[in-house]
């Protein structure tokens, strides 16, 4: 058998980071041999650059405060074919998009997103759920797609995201990707990925307040008047 066809393919692996010091040993060990890991540090003050450097990943900062701004600045940094997504807080595996990575490769599908299903105690309070819901019931009206869940693990090919001309730069980011996606005729497809508990408090979704306020952000990019960005691999890559 060829190496090829017994080993997943390569990807660049995006993970946003803001004071993840205490979760970044755990993420990095888990990411897909080959991989290059970019963590884009987003003002943390916890050292948290440093202890990814030395852990051997790629180090990107992006001085713009933004779950968005972080995402794209890694996007811009890529450069494999493949390009994942995934939280730095360890409350997602990265060595899960290993497998998915492999379905974008082989043509399934062309956005995968990983469905996240609470594992432990914590791992997903109430007003995140309740949020994630009211996004998912927008999306459906809004795409049409049936999706349950929005999160952060995903994986795509980086020209074609590039061509999506994303915009937001907030806690936006990863519907925006989702609704250009689908404007654009994109296949867009989901799988159960286990959900543990973060290591400290969320930036975005750690309170009611804050939860309403990320859904608040999303409802203006599901206001989007539908674009026409290029299909999957149209397009040229900046």
């Keep these: ?19 993840e ?6 993420v990095l060990a888990r990411v897909p041999a080959g991989w290059r890991a970019i963590v884009v540090d987003n003002g943390s003050t916890d050292g948290s650059p440093d202890i990814a450097r030395a852990l051997g990943a790629t180090v990107v900062h992006e001085p713009r405060r933004g779950f968005g701004s972080a995402c794209h600045a890694g996007l811009l940094a890529a450069r494999a074919d493949l390009v994942c997504f995934c939280d730095c807080d360890g409350s997602l595996d990265p060595g899960l998009l ?12 062309d956005l995968l997103l990983g469905r996240r299903r609470p594992s432990g105690l914590g791992a997903w309070p109430v007003h995140a759920r309740a949020g994630n819901l009211a996004l998912a ?11 349950h ?3 952060p693990m995903r994986v795509a090919r980086r020209e074609a995201l590039l061509d999506l001309a994303l915009t937001d730069r907030r806690s936006g980011y990863p519907l925006q990707m989702v ?13 159960d990925v286990p959900y543990l508990p973060r290591s400290g408090k969320s930036k975005v979704t750690g309170t009611w307040r804050g939860t309403w306020h990320a859904v608040r952000d999303m409802r203006r990019v599901l ?15 900046a």
């Excluded at 609704?179 to 654009?184: F, G, I, P, T």
């Design 223 to 237: 206001g989007e008047a539908p674009g026409a960005p290029c299909a999957p691999g149209e397009g040229v890559a």
């Design 149 to 151: 869940d929005l999160g």
């Design 98 to 109: 290993a497998p998915m990575a492999a379905r974008i490769a082989a043509g399934e599908t």
């Design 21 to 26: 010091a205490e979760a970044l040993p755990w």
């Design 179 to 191: 609704v250009r996606a689908a404007d654009a005729g994109w296949r867009v497809s989901e799988t």
């Design 137 to 147: 019931r927008m999306v459906r009206r809004r795409t049409g797609l049936r999706l």
């Design 1 to 19: 058998m060829t190496e090829s066809a017994c080993a997943p393919p390569r990807a660049d692996l995006v993970l946003p980071c803001l004071d």
